[in-house]
Structures are given as structure tokens and as C-alpha cells.
């Protein structure tokens, strides 16, 4: 009867399977973040999607480590976008300065309308007479303010003398917040 030996080769490839499959079973539970000195492992080395924010020291990477072309727009708070709008009017309807004016329109006498490049319809409207430049407002003044009914985008402002109620061209600042 014969028997089964196996030959020379066969015994150092079992050998080495045996070392290959152990081997990195191994390594990683020998060999850890203390053994590696610093500065030697580089992106090369660190398979993508591997590290979250809290595998990275805090302030550890820099602005120019990002790759600013990679990044998508940064959306816009919806507070913010109301509170970019505002407008300051003087008396004969033309807009002195502001932010997202489409237009500005005196319509009769203390009648105004500003619209603006988006929708203000379920905003708040805050508006005060005041001058456009470092001067008193004017006194006795009253105004209103309240959505466009014909615009969405739009937002009608009332002057009046504070005494008698007569419309009058005032200067305005407007400020609307969504």
C-alpha cells in the first residue's frame, strides 16, 4: 500500500498560505498608531472615504488643503435672504441705496412701491421715515406699509404728515424680513 506524502513544493505553498493569511491578522493587532512615525504615512497610503472629521485633530487641516474647485455652492439660510433685503428711498421714489431692488416706483404723492428680486409675500415689512444721509428725518411723519397686491415681489409704502393725515413725499428706509 502506498502512502501519501506530499512533495517538497507542495509543503512550502501550504506553508506560505498558512504566512500569508495570518500574516496581515497579524500586523494589525502587532502593529498600531504608535509604531508609525509621524509624518510617513501619506495620502497614498489612506484609502478614500476611510477618515471622518473625528478621525482628524482639531484645526488639523488648513483652508489650503481644501480643493476649493470640488465644492458645491453653499446654500442660503432663508433668514438670511430676507434680511438681505432692505431699501432706502428718498422722497421723489428713487432708491438711494439697498440690497436685491428690483425697482422703485413713486406712484402719487406719498404712494410708493418697491419691488424687490424675489418673494416677499409672507414676509414682515419694517419701515421708518428717516433721511438718506447724515441729516434729521423729517418731523410730523407717519408711514405704512403692507404687500403689493399686483407683485409678490413688491411692497407698498404710505407717507403722511403726522398731524393732519395728508399723504406727503417722505424719505423712507425699508426693511423686509423673511
Known amino acids: ?52 472629521g473625528k478621525d482628524m485633530r482639531h484645526d488639523g487641516i488648513g483652508g489650503g488643503s481644501i480643493k476649493e474647485s470640488s465644492l458645491g455652492a453653499v446654500p442660503i439660510s432663508f433668514l438670511t435672504t430676507g434680511a438681505a433685503r432692505f ?11 439697498g440690497r436685491d431692488i428690483s425697482s422703485v416706483a413713486r406712484t402719487a404723492e406719498g404712494h410708493y412701491q418697491v419691488v424687490f428680486n424675489g418673494n416677499v409675500r409672507n414676509c414682515a415689512y419694517f419701515a421708518t421715515v428717516g433721511g438718506t444721509s447724515a441729516s434729521l428725518p423729517p418731523s410730523h411723519s407717519e408711514i405704512s406699509v403692507s404687500s403689493l397686491g399686483s407683485n409678490v415681489n413688491g411692497v407698498a409704502v404710505r407717507t403722511q404728515n403726522g398731524g393732519n393725515g395728508n399723504q406727503l413725499d417722505r424719505p423712507f428706509h425699508l426693511i423686509v424680513m423673511c
Open 1 to 52: 500500500m502506498r502512502r501519501f506524502l506530499p512533495s517538497p513544493a507542495m509543503a512550502v505553498a501550504v506553508i506560505a498560505l498558512i504566512v500569508s493569511l495570518t500574516g496581515s491578522a497579524y500586523a494589525a493587532l502587532v502593529i498600531t498608531g504608535k509604531n508609525i512615525k509621524n509624518g510617513t504615512v501619506t495620502t497614498r497610503d489612506i484609502r478614500n472615504h476611510s477618515l471622518s
Open 87 to 97: 431699501a432706502v428711498v428718498n422722497g421723489a421714489g428713487q432708491a438711494v441705496r
